[in-house]
Antibody
């Protein structure tokens, strides 16, 4: 069974850095599409970043140059390193993969981790 | 950047049909997905590849497409279908984009 568990969220000051994690089970992270999606309080879903099985990575304009997506194959874990954090980065961050459709979009989701950027 | 536009809200009586549209230029050449999100929960995939329904999703959920618009239809809406719904697609530059979201009320 596919299982995704995000962790590492918390309260961080503006300008600070934080790394959040997504531990996967039931499949191999390095062999599939993995993505991060966020949702600010009371707002809609916002696509953040993706890493493909071949290692290619892409970012939304709002986080490009500040966030880095990566994976640790030995831990079967996806990461999002977030630097130069801003108040507008406050959101629940979800990781997602696609083991349902084979067409490479978000399909299987974790429960999310809350990141709050505030002084 | 790419945009996907949805109506902010749709209301339907139980047993009636709800239709949610999603419009954007990229939909003319890219597949769309639909997600259902209930309060405090992670999104759930209900439609992919414009019209396909994942295993376990009720048959009352269906998708259609025409030009730059995709539509999610809930036939015979149930009270438990009350939720926020989002469309999603990805552009040629591999950047994903979600629609603006639609709150569906069943009452």
């Amino acid at each position: 069974e596919v299982h995704l568990v995000e962790s590492g969220g918390g309260l961080i000051q503006p300008g600070g850095s934080l790394r959040i994690s997504c531990a996967a089970s039931g499949f191999t992270v390095s062999r599939t599409y993995m993505t991060w999606v966020r949702q600010a309080p009371g707002k809609g879903l916002e696509w953040v970043s993706v890493i493909y099985s071949g290692g290619s990575t892409y970012y939304a304009d709002s986080v490009k140059g500040r966030f880095t997506i990566s994976r640790d194959n030995s831990r079967n874990t996806l990461y999002l390193q977030m630097n130069s954090l801003r108040a507008e980065d406050t959101a629940v961050y979800y990781c997602a993969t696609d083991l349902l459709t084979g067409y490479g979009g978000p399909a299987n989701w974790g429960q999310g981790t809350l990141v709050t950027v505030s002084s | 950047s790419y945009e996907l536009t949805q109506p902010s809200s749709v209301s339907v009586s139980p047993g009636q049909t709800a239709r949610i549209t999603c419009s954007g230029d990229i939909l003319a050449k890219k597949f769309a997905r639909w997600f259902q999100q209930k309060a405090g929960q992670a999104p759930v995939l209900v439609i992919y590849k414009d019209t396909e329904r994942p295993s376990g999703i009720p048959e009352r959920f269906s998708g259609s497409t025409s030009g730059t618009t995709v539509t999610l239809t809930i036939s015979g809406a149930q009270v438990e279908d009350e939720a926020d719904y989002y469309c999603y697609s990805a552009a040629d530059n591999n950047l994903g984009v979600f629609g603006t979201g639609t709150k569906v009320t069943v009452l």
